[in-house]
């Protein structure tokens, strides 16, 4: 019992704290763009496939977390600090430009030929849904995971990765009624919103790696 409340306590905040960094709304003029050439069932299926590679990508940097930290030898204080400190920078971007530029490309969609290309991995899910600052989420939560509860806790985790990859799926799939209903004015408003949001999460971070540097060393 004590188990199953823990869990539905905590799915909603994973969700919460992924959901400001992947932003699907500052996806959607992106998907708009790449896909606007598309039969509506191919776009349907691109949306599809980039949320399924984003969960896939955020979920293998959960379980490949420890390893990678072992590798090269990196406490976890630091990796709660460093993710912190790059997802607040992502999110006073967000804030005061009204864009995420983890979520953006080099490359305009008028120079990529729209005809039969798969946009669905590179640029939707990565760098757009799936980028540093959803990666440094991921792996700070993995840090965060207890050791007597390592089962529950990646459950928990990936459970709010799969949620945030079905909302990002309804926002692309949606993303032409979204884009008309919002317009530029409203999109951009959201985005300063899960910028704030996004914000406070990162200041935890930070603070929950300064607190466990300062046990370490007393």
């Keep these: 019992m004590d188990a199953l409340i823990l869990t539905l306590k905590y799915i909603p905040l994973v969700t919460l ?44 940097f959960l379980f490949l977390g420890n390893g990678i930290i072992a590798l090269f030898g990196i406490s976890l204080a630091g990796i709660r ?34 005809a039969e290309l798969d946009f669905s991995f590179s640029p939707l899910a990565m760098p757009s849904l799936s980028g540093p600052g959803s990666i440094a989420v991921v792996m700070g939560y993995a840090s965060e995971i207890p050791d007597d509860a390592v089962v529950l806790g990646h459950f928990v985790v990936v459970a709010g990765i799969a949620i945030t990859a079905a909302v990002a799926y309804v926002a692309l799939g949606f993303s032409t009624w979204i884009s008309r209903f919002l317009g530029p ?31 370490s060393l007393a």
């Design 17 to 60: 704290g992924l959901l400001p960094i992947m932003n699907p709304l500052g996806t959607v003029p992106l998907f708009l763009s790449l896909t606007a050439r598309m039969p509506e069932a191919q776009r349907k299926a691109q949306a599809r496939r980039a949320c399924l590679y984003a969960f896939a990508i955020l979920t293998a």
């Design 185 to 215: 004015h409203g999109l951009q408003a959201i985005t300063k919103i899960m910028g704030f949001l996004l914000s406070c999460i990162a200041v935890q971070f930070i603070a929950s790696g300064i607190r466990d540097f300062i046990h």
């Design 81 to 114: 600090v460093a993710g912190g400190i790059i997802v607040l920078i992502l999110a006073l971007r967000m804030l005061f430009s009204g864009v995420d530029e983890a979520s953006t490309v080099d490359a305009t969609p008028s120079e990529i030929k729209q």
